[in-house]
């Protein structure tokens, strides 16, 4: 859109690592490292003076930082891509503070309309990225290694007793799970041979999308006392961008998203998920189609860059 964009990055000032020591360091230097970030953010717009300030779910962003912005007349628009927000880094306090606010989740505008008042919210879903999500490249995966069924995600316990569930079902079955945490299963004996021990990302993640046969897109339950959990989320539109044919935990949101049945097809259970995997692992003409369905749905209309115009419109209204 030719705006020329400024990325302050949180992640070079902040003390960051995955060891009990570094955790520790991280939270007693976090104190510094606010004030630090804060200060480079109006350093950032005093040497830039820029028309837009724009933050992906406002974490360490301080009332005081967003009060200078608005007196300077600088709008700001929080995106909140997030299913909760119940993190220590954000302060919910603030959300009011800003120009625009807008979510990916259906289910936080009520809550957010009431806090910060109707004007200021607006749901945009998610999307996928246009440079990552594609069929542009010659996929070079060796289809004799390949999974006949794949799911990339973190791990929760929810998610361990579907797989579980499928595995026990169907023993043959050619399944890889991706991610984060999955050491952490208790029934770890069943899950193991099925575990990549590893995250994926980027082109290879979406190469992978491609490659199999199925993609499971799965999201992670309530986390925290609201009982909001993901309706849909990124690989809702990731898998169909890559040519990927998707079975989708079922709901009302991902029906408006896609034609159920004729682009992609949904499961309420491990049976009815388990008897899916089986149907469409039989039936390659009827998945291929579907694929191509979801693809002319999906490309380019569920993509970041038209998302990026609908923020864009968001601010230009504001004016």
């Known amino acids: 859109m030719a705006w020329e964009v400024v990325e302050i990055s949180r992640p070079a000032i902040f ?54 912005l608005a007196s300077r007349g600088i709008k700001t628009v929080n995106y909140y891509p997030d299913f909760r927000f119940s993190y220590d880094d954000v302060e ?31 749901f945009i879903h998610h999307g996928y990225c246009s440079d990552v999500h594609n069929i542009s490249y010659e996929n070079q995966l060796c289809d004799a290694d390949l999974p006949e069924v794949l799911y990339v995600g973190t791990y929760s316990a929810d998610k361990e007793n579907l797989f579980t569930s499928i595995i026990k079902s169907i023993p043959s079955i050619r399944l890889c799970i ?9 029934d770890i004996g069943i899950l193991k041979p099925f575990l990549a021990e590893r995250p994926i990302y980027g082109v290879n993640y979406a190469q992978l999308i491609n490659a199999v046969k199925i993609n499971l897109a799965v999201h992670m339950g309530p986390a925290d006392n609201s009982g909001w959990q993901d309706l849909v989320s990124t690989r809702s539109f990731e898998i169909p961008a890559c040519k990927g044919f998707m079975l989708h935990v079922d709901n009302a949101e991902i029906r408006e998203l896609y034609d159920v049945g004729a682009e992609i097809d949904v499961f309420s259970s491990a049976e009815d998920l388990c008897a899916k995997i089986s149907f469409y692992l039989a039936n390659e003409t009827i998945r291929k189609a579907m694929i191509e369905k979801a693809y002319q749905r999906c490309v380019p209309a569920y993509s970041y860059d038209q998302r990026a115009k609908e923020i864009a419109s968001l601010i230009k209204l504001n004016n």
């Open 178 to 186: 991706y991610g984060h945490g999955w050491h952490c299963a208790k």
């Open 15 to 68: 003390f960051q690592g995955r060891s009990l020591f570094a955790r520790i360091v991280g939270r007693l230097c976090k104190p510094i490292n606010n004030r630090l970030y804060n200060r480079e953010i109006l350093q950032a717009v005093e040497r830039l003076n820029p028309q837009v300030f724009l933050t992906v779910k406002g974490s360490d962003i301080s009332s005081e930082t967003l009060n200078i």
């Open 92 to 122: 919910q306090s603030t959300f009011q503070l800003y120009t625009l606010f807008v979510t990916t989740k259906s289910f936080q505008v009520e809550t957010l309309q009431k806090l910060i008042g109707k004007e200021k919210v607006h």
